[in-house]
């Protein structure tokens, strides 16, 4: 069984973090809270938003990426002061964030 931190994170350490699992986290106030896996109805319009999404992109030459794993700093809690991220079904970036994404966690 592979055990979470227990110490607060920072945006920059959730980047970079890795259990050695396929799960996914979402940064909460600090500390790491696994997202359940979706459906199978989910999982499908995820991969249909994902293929409109990069048609798009491709259609009208966009440097964009489109992710469906990708870790979005949402900012800090107002009283706390704690990082806060999510992991959205679908996110669109530029191709540049994406690269500092990857950089980032290649860097860790």
């Given at each position: 069984?592979?055990?979470?931190?227990?110490?607060?994170?920072?945006?920059?350490?959730?980047?970079?973090?890795?259990?050695g699992?396929?799960?996914?986290?979402?940064?909460?106030?600090?500390?790491?809270?696994?997202?359940?896996?979706p459906?199978?109805?989910?999982?499908?319009t995820?991969?249909?938003?994902?293929?409109?999404?990069r048609?798009?992109?491709?259609?009208?030459?966009?440097?964009?990426?489109?992710?469906?794993?990708?870790?979005?700093?949402?900012?800090?809690?107002?009283?706390?002061?704690?990082?806060?991220?999510?992991?959205?079904?679908?996110c669109?970036?530029?191709?540049?964030?994406?690269?500092?994404?990857?950089?980032?966690?290649?860097?860790?």
């Open positions: 069984m592979t055990q979470t931190p227990v110490k607060n994170l920072t945006f920059e350490d959730y980047v970079t973090y890795d259990d699992t396929d799960n996914i986290y979402e940064l909460v106030d600090g500390k790491l809270v696994m997202v359940p896996l459906t199978a109805d989910h999982g499908d995820i991969d249909l938003l994902l293929d409109v999404f048609e798009q992109i491709r259609r009208y030459r966009q440097p964009w990426e489109v992710k469906d794993k990708a870790g979005v700093y949402t900012g800090k809690h107002p009283i706390t002061g704690k990082d806060r991220s999510r992991t959205p079904d679908v669109v970036m530029t191709a540049a964030q994406w690269i500092e994404l990857k950089a980032d966690k290649l860097s860790a």
